[in-house]
Each structure stands twice: as C-alpha cells, then as structure tokens.
C-alpha cells in the first residue's frame, strides 16, 4: 500500500472545523462560479478567444490565448471558468513551494501559508477568466522559476523562468513593474547572480516584448494608445482614492496577516541569505507596481483586481509567521471570504433593486439572456450599442455576427477590427437598443427605420430596430472620424509604419 502524500497527511491532521471552513469555501466558489451571470468583461475576453491574433485593442494577448485554447475542448461558461478556479489551486501550491525554497522553512508552516491564501478574499476574486487571471497565474509561476533558477542554476527552470515571465508580461502591462523589480533584484545581488542564465530569462522576456511591439506598430499603437492615452484623459486628485487604495490593499492582505506582521515583528523568524531568500524575491517583485498604483490613486481611482498580483506574492511575507498564527490566518480569511461569497449570492437575488436607475434597463441582458436572445437574429448579423451587450449576446444566443455600431467609447474597441460599416453603405440593417430614447442615437444614419418592442418581463422592454439604408458617409463623418482622432491617431513623435493601422487604412484616414 503506498503511503498517503504530505498533503493528505495534512489533511487528516485538521479538525473538523478546519475541514469545514475548507469545504464551505470550496462549495460557496463552485456556487459562485454556477450563478454569478457572465459578465460583460468576461464576454469581452471570450469573443478574443474566438478571433485568435497577435494582441487585442486594449491589452497584450495572453488572456486570448488561453481561452482560444479553452474553446477548442468546450465553448462552455463553467469550462472557462474552471481554469480560474484551478489557477487558485496551482498558485496556493506555488506560494507553498515557493516559501520551501529556503530549507529553513518548516514545510507544514508553508501549508498553512497556502491555505491561508486558498480561501483568501483573493483567492475567492477567481472566479471568471480575464487578463488578471492569467497575469497573476503566469507571474507566480514565472517569480517561483525565476527563484527556482537562483537556487538550482538549472537551464530548465530557467528557460520556464523566461517563458512565464514572457507570458505575464503579454497578460498585461503591470507584469512590466514585476519585471522591473526582478530586474533591480538582479542588478542588487550582480555579485551572485549567474549571468548566463540571467541574460537567457531577459532575452525570452524581450521576444515578449518584442511580438507586442511588432503588434502595435502594425494594429495603430493600440495597446500603448488605450493604456497610457485613452485612459488617463480625465485625471483629478481625490484624497478618497488613496485612502481607499491603501484601505483595499490592507482588506486583500488580510489585516489579521498585517497586523501580525507588525504585532509581533521581533518574534518572526530571519533567514540568513537575503539573497536566497523568497521574500527579498517577491519583494523586489510587488513593491514597484504597489507604488506605482499609489501614485496613480492620487490622480484616478484604483480597480480592486489591478494590485492583485503583488498582494498574491506578497502573501509569501506570512511565512515569517508561527504555525499558531497561520493557523488563525486561515480561519479568519476562511469566515471573511464565506461572509463576501454569501452577500454576493444574496445579492444576485436583488440586482434589479441593487443597481443604480440609470443602469437598470441593461440588467436583462445578463440576467435573462435567454428571453432576449429568442426574439434576435439566430444566424444573421445585428448590432447593439456597447461591448460588453455586443460580447455577452454573442456568447449566449450562439451568433458570432453581433457588433457593435454608433459607439464612441475607448473601451472594448475589439470590435473594430471585425466591422466594416464602409461596406454596409446603403445596406439595412438590425439594432438592439435597451432604452427607446436611443432610438434618437441611431437614426439619423438611416432613410428610415422601425422599432419594435420586445418585452422581457413586466418591467422590461427592449426595442429591435429593423433601419433602411445606412448612411455611411455621415457615419463616418460623425462617427468614424472622432473614433479615428480619439483611438487610432497617435502622438506625432510615435513612429509611423506603413500600412501600419488597417482602421486608417479601411476608411481612407491616411
């Protein structure tokens, strides 16, 4: 008979109540991960998956990657759901493997420390597959190679070293700060570092960097545009979002953790090599985006999942903890994770009373796509105003021919490349619009056009306009051409590359 793994020797050794709060977190995730209504992000991301490409309008192509490749086993919600819960699984178990890199750690401290994070609020936050997802799953990986690599010299931990910090940095721009870090890490300790193996890690990293800059160079410098133009129009300083990014990064640390840390700074244990270290490591790693992140609050509000990589390294810091501590770790962000999963699910029982006026004509969109989807096109093409409808009816009425017409928004510009309303001149054609007061939006680029309701529920009508021959020339006049001047035109000192942005190129921009 074989003998039972450390794991599941751990597992035996946990009272019930240990047991439980482990097997309520795992049940509240799968239930969240069955109800929680795709989300318009979420859908946004799916439609990458189906249109495989070098990189995306608005961020470099990883998350695409991995749900094209998803999709070629199940077009399936739970399916594409389920590498974000797993992903969870494999960086608890990184976090735990990374700590053990130092033999002074003891290896059931650094079981704690996983678990600790396995039923985290960040840990719960796993739940759809977006950028982040991928970003903080190719980080971890990439730091835990990067580290591995420090210690063992080995050629194959470093080529997945170079590989998975590659892939993060094509997940998302914040992946450039941890390189940075490590980049620092390296130049601090250059006395002990292996440059042989430290300039393969850059030159994989630089192939990375290198396909997102031949993709933007040739797709109009969108990725650059929308992340460091587009994005930062209408920055102000507002003392309320730093004191909630500080208050954020405190709640996804765990302020149990953090306090802690602090409380009892003089007891925790100190490994003698900083340089080997797994907490100078992912130090060196989170703390550049961290202060990024804080600058930018003075100006812009700061999204709960953008720290989410550096707070998942810096759960390696509670390995400094006693057993007794980490213990209480794991119960208090097991109870904080259950009580945000039960208000979530709650919640969705009330989102119509939940979300602002404004908002709510959109709500049947995601809560009752089915009742939507029955009165649309099945095959043929139809458009709505925004993305995220766009991208999340698209998924559910099984139509890959859904766009998006008359928006000029710097979000979710995907859609772009997919479109062609040059071609569509004279043509009629079908909208979905949610509010009948958006009927005004759309027809002034039609000879004519009917719309006909569409009731959802008692207190829900939609509205399918059947438009006669599209008016491109005033389209693009009104349209088109502040879409060009806002998203596609970059600054004169960029580079201009010949045939370089197929959006100019397509409406005669040039």
Not at 62 to 67: H, N, S, T
Not at 284 to 300: G, H, R, Y
Not at 355 to 372: D, F, L
Not at 427 to 448: C, G, H, N, R, W
Request: charged share 15%.
């Amino acid at each position: 008979m074989s003998k039972p793994s450390l794991l599941g020797l751990f597992w035996q050794q946990l009272n019930a109540h240990q047991q439980a709060l482990i097997i309520a977190f795992v049940l509240l995730k799968i239930a969240l991960i069955l109800l929680v209504p795709l989300t318009g992000d979420e859908a946004y991301f799916i439609t990458w998956g189906q249109n495989l490409s070098l990189g995306y309008y608005d961020h470099p192509p990883a998350v695409g990657w991995v749900l094209y490749g998803l999709s070629q086993v199940a077009d399936n919600l739970v399916w594409y759901r389920s590498f974000a819960f797993l992903s969870a699984v494999l960086i608890a178990y990184l976090l735990y493997k990374l700590a053990t890199l130092n033999d002074l750690v003891n290896q059931t401290n650094a079981i704690w420390l996983a678990l600790a994070f396995f039923v985290s609020p960040i840990s719960l936050m796993f739940v759809v597959t977006a950028n982040d997802t991928v970003l903080v799953l190719f980080s971890v990986l990439g730091v835990y190679f990067f580290a591995k690599t420090i210690h063992t010299q080995s050629w194959q931990n470093t080529l997945l070293a170079g590989l998975f910090l590659g892939l993060a940095f094509l997940s998302k721009y914040f992946a450039a700060f941890m390189l940075l870090g490590l980049f620092a890490y390296s130049v601090w300790f250059w006395k002990k570092i292996n440059l042989k193996h430290w300039v393969f890690i850059v030159f994989i990293v630089l192939l990375a960097v290198a396909e997102n800059l031949y993709f933007n160079a040739t797709h109009c410098w969108n990725n650059i545009l929308f992340n460091f133009f587009s994005r930062t129009e209408q920055s102000h300083f507002e003392w309320q979002n730093v004191l909630s990014f500080i208050g954020m990064i405190g709640l996804l640390l765990s302020p149990l953790g953090l306090w802690y840390l602090v409380k009892f700074k003089s007891q925790v244990e100190s490994f003698e090599s900083a340089f080997l270290n797994p907490i100078t490591v992912v130090l060196f790693a989170s703390i550049p985006l961290l202060l990024i992140l804080f600058m930018v609050s003075f100006t812009n509000t700061v999204g709960l999942h953008w720290p989410l990589l550096s707070v998942t390294l810096l759960y390696v810091l509670y390995i400094r903890l006693s057993k007794a501590n980490l213990k209480k770790l794991f119960v208090f962000n097991a109870y904080f994770s259950l009580i945000i999963a039960l208000i979530i699910l709650v919640a969705l029982g009330f989102v119509n009373q939940l979300i602002s006026p404004s908002q709510q004509h959109h709500v049947a969109v995601y809560s009752q796509p089915e009742k939507v989807c029955k009165y649309l096109p099945k095959e043929s093409p139809f458009f709505t105003l925004g993305y995220s409808s766009q991208s999340a009816l698209a998924y559910h009425c099984g139509n890959d021919n859904v766009h998006v017409f008359a928006s000029v928004s710097k979000f979710g510009r995907e859609d772009d490349k997919l479109t062609n309303f040059k071609e569509l001149s004279k043509q009629d054609l079908k909208i979905l619009i949610t509010q009948e007061k958006d009927v005004a939006k759309v027809s002034p680029y039609f000879d004519s056009l009917h719309a006909k309701p569409i009731k959802i529920d008692e207190s829900t009508s939609y509205f399918l306009i059947d438009a006669k021959g599209f008016n491109y020339a005033l389209y693009r006049e009104q349209v088109l051409t502040k879409v060009n001047d806002k998203f596609y035109t970059a600054p004169d000192w960029f580079p201009v590359i010949k045939k370089g942005c197929e959006f100019k190129q397509k409406y005669n921009f040039n």
